[in-house]
């Protein structure tokens, strides 16, 4: 199968800013709650929004290079900001869940953008057009016509493979919490119907739902702040358990 050149470019750069947007991700979250946080949506060592971001910003770059400066670099700036609230819009629409939250931010819209992030991303966007792009598609261009084949392909087929099981994993999360608010309705706490709560060793032993909801809660701290809520349904060696793994009363809210 053929895939034109100018595609192949960017499917690379796009996996290679996907990657980049992990490694910045992870940092800020691993200083920010003090331990490691393998953040992001997918299993492995990409956040999606982040490639998209850098394609579109990559995009517009080279659309407004005719424009007065001014206009220019402030499209591309603001560019990052106008993703992030369609990508907010779009995961609330599609998993009716607010994966993350600005409310208490200032000068925030929605809950999905905030003035502080947009800094930050105006920064990253001067810093991709400026710096990052030029290094990016030097190597990208300096690998073999196979190798950018095999690479796109297994990147791609890694990525369907990903989401699939990523979104799964939502849905899980998002069915689990439906049924923890029922049973805070009705007064009653969870039971595994699955396993039980100890393997032979008297070692706690996760049910098979608690196991599942772990990816979402360790993606996005959000997800976290309202889940600490409704913990008080679940038996206490899980609540310990997941305290220890996520500290639900040290999260910042923004």
Request: proline share 5%; charged share 20%.
């Amino acid at each position: 199968m053929f895939i034109p050149s100018k595609l192949l470019s960017y499917l690379l750069y796009f996996s290679a800013m996907a990657l980049v947007g992990w490694i910045i991700e992870t940092v800020y979250r691993s200083w920010e709650e003090k331990r490691f946080a393998n953040a992001g949506f997918l299993s492995g060592p990409f956040v999606p929004i982040y490639g998209f971001a850098a394609v579109i910003i990559t995009v517009i770059s080279e659309e407004v290079k005719g424009l007065n400066p001014f206009i220019a670099w402030a499209v591309i700036l603001i560019s990052p900001t106008i993703v992030e609230y369609i990508g907010g819009v779009i995961m609330e629409n599609v998993f009716k869940l607010k994966l993350w939250n600005y409310q208490n931010e200032r000068f925030n819209v929605q809950g999905r953008i905030c003035l502080k992030f947009s800094i930050y991303w105006a920064i990253l966007a001067a810093l991709l057009v400026l710096v990052i792009n030029p290094l990016i598609y030097r190597q990208i261009s300096d690998l073999s016509p196979y190798l950018s084949y095999f690479l796109a392909g297994g990147l791609l087929a890694n990525f369907i493979a990903d989401i699939n099981h990523s979104v799964k994993s939502l849905l899980n999360f998002k069915e689990f919490q439906n049924n923890i608010d029922i049973l805070i309705e009705k007064g009653r706490q969870f039971h595994s119907t699955f396993e039980e709560l100890f393997d032979k060793n008297n070692q706690i032993k996760l049910p098979v739902e608690i196991r599942r909801i772990l990816k979402p809660l360790n993606a996005f701290p959000n997800l976290r702040r309202n889940f600490g809520k409704k913990m008080s349904v679940l038996p206490d060696n899980i609540k310990k358990y997941l305290n220890a793994k996520f500290p639900f009363n040290k999260i910042k809210e923004k």
